[in-house]
């Protein structure tokens, strides 16, 4: 019985984590090309160590927000701008 | 000729590494035109170290010379050094190179195959290679070898006989950095990693490999020069790909995916030859766990090596920052290895009355000098001293409980 209620309350809490994060969006590669250049529109590169370094490519641009210095950038932008944060 | 053969691709394999080209790169951009006289200041210093680790006189026993550092330092000493260098740069580098390696296929060839799915499946086929047999892994490296110093010299030649947006070199900038210049003795470590059952003279074979490896580089920094601001270099991580992309587009990209992923295979299966051999023969000689070095003919350790990565991979440590300044540790660990080591041999020549080598002290001082200067003048020294401490603390804290350990049977 204790092992039903833990997996009944361990797929609550999985499938709940995307209600709890909010509304937040993916948007595809060809509407961030068209909206690149836009003055709303702040691109941040949240790639850390090797997945940023060893790339070859990164958004015109782009600004580097590693995740581990949020506090230094998370209050840096306009609420009302678009942000788009990418990793891969 | 095949163990020549092969000492020379292992040596090759880290000089000529994805982690070496951008090293070389970045030293490039800091230097411009004073990179030549530093490249060959710097051959000739690795030479010497060279000649003297890999010395005719020194006795033909065990694996980058911690039986002879054992002899004239001690044992516990020259256990704790091997692990500590052996296994930090083996774990940590090939972790670095092969998630590059991801990224270069990714990046450069088959955008949907996953970047991780790549460099997994490349430690996959090497670990495969190394249970397969010595012979296989011996085979492998000759092949990764061959392969990644052709398309290293296609491009070197697109470069020479190509032009297009070519820059004048002779007048580039020059700038004298200490920091670049002490960076490049780095380049050449693997003048250690020569595997030989008996001492003979190897030392036209070593000169020939660093004085190639030294050309090379040479070549390589004239077209950098050539092709790509020496700030842009400086700065970028991936300063090799740059250059690549100027020299022919879009074939030199191509070229230096090649040469990134063989490198990568090159200097993994290298790693893992030596330091799996490395600790068979400690093994043998009561310094390691022989059920770790000699179960199975020596194939668990690449295997252990294999699942340890595939962990450092899976648990994210590609992702972080703080990997960097573990590899650098891990490379400062094997030119403190290399200097101890000179200084062994140099001990031990000198006893048998070949004063004439007493040249190797003053080698090891200066590679002594080069591990103390890189490590207090980087950025992140707190973080590389603490890796350095800790992993040499470990190492020691084995070493003294092993060795202990069998002194207490042998005495029983």
């Known amino acids: 019985m204790k092992k039903i209620l833990f997996v009944v309350l361990f797929t609550f809490l999985v499938s709940g984590v995307p209600v709890l994060a909010g509304n937040v969006q993916l948007m595809e590669k060809d509407e961030l090309k068209s909206l690149l250049g836009s003055e709303n529109l702040v691109v941040l590169d949240v790639r850390t160590g090797r997945d940023w370094s060893s790339s070859e490519f990164k958004i015109e641009g782009a600004v580097r927000a590693p995740s581990a210095d949020f506090s230094s950038w998370g209050t840096s932008y306009a609420k009302d701008a678009t942000i788009v944060l990418y990793c891969a | 000729m095949r163990i020549e053969l092969f000492s020379i691709s ?89 998630v590059t390696s991801g990224f270069a296929f990714n990046e450069i060839f088959v955008y949907w195959f996953p970047n991780f799915g790549f460099a997994s499946l490349l430690l996959s086929c090497i670990v495969l290679v190394h249970i397969a047999g010595q012979k296989w892994a011996r085979l492998a490296q000759a092949s990764f070898m061959v392969i990644l110093v052709a398309s ?77 601001d ?73 295997v252990v090596f294999g ?21 650098r540790g891990s490379l400062l660990l094997w030119l403190l290895h290399v200097s101890v080591h000179s200084y062994a041999a140099s001990r031990y020549l000198m006893r048998s009355g070949r004063i004439a080598l007493a040249y190797g002290v003053l080698v090891s001082i200066v590679c002594l000098g080069v591990f103390l200067f890189l490590l207090f003048k980087d950025d992140n020294v707190v973080a590389l001293i603490r890796f350095i401490v800790i992993t040499l603390a470990c190492s020691l804290a084995f070493s003294i409980v092993w060795l202990g350990y069998i002194k207490k049977l042998v005495t029983i």
């Open chain 2, 230 to 302: 020496p700030q842009r270099l400086a700065d970028s991580t991936i300063p090799h790909l740059l250059v690549a992309r100027e020299i022919a587009p879009p074939l030199g990209r191509y070229l230096m995916g090649i040469v990134i992923i063989s490198g990568t295979c090159a200097a993994v299966n290298g790693f893992f030859f030596f330091t799996g051999r490395s600790l068979n023969h400690l093994a043998g000689e009561g310094m390691f766990p022989q059920f770790l070095g000699n179960l199975w003919q020596g194939r668990l350790l690449p």
């Open chain 2, 152 to 228: 290293l010299v296609t491009l070197l030649l697109l470069g020479v006989i190509g032009g297009e947006g070519a820059r004048e070199v002779g007048n580039q900038t020059t700038t004298i950095s200490w920091t670049a210049g002490a960076n490049g003795l780095l380049l050449f470590l693997g003048y250690d990693l020569v595997v030989s059952k008996e001492r003979k003279n190897q030392a036209p074979m070593i000169l020939t490999v660093l004085f190639f490896a030294c050309s090379i580089f040479s070549l390589w920094a004239n077209l950098s020069l050539k092709f790509v």
């Open chain 2, 307 to 327: 699942i340890a990565v595939t962990g450092m991979m899976f648990t994210g440590l590609a992702g972080e920052e703080i990997l960097e300044a573990y590899l």
């Open chain 2, 10 to 98: 292992l040596m090759l394999a880290w000089m000529l590494s994805p982690e070496s080209l951008v090293l070389l790169g970045n030293g490039i951009g800091d230097q411009g035109m004073a990179v030549f006289p530093m490249l060959v200041i710097l051959v000739a210093l690795s030479a010497g170290a060279a000649l003297i680790v890999n010395h005719s006189h020194l006795p033909a026993q065990g694996f980058g010379g911690t039986l002879l550092i054992r002899e004239q330092v001690g044992k516990v000493a020259a256990l704790s050094l091997t692990l500590s260098s052996r296994l930090s740069v083996t774990l940590l580098a090939s972790c670095a190179m092969l």
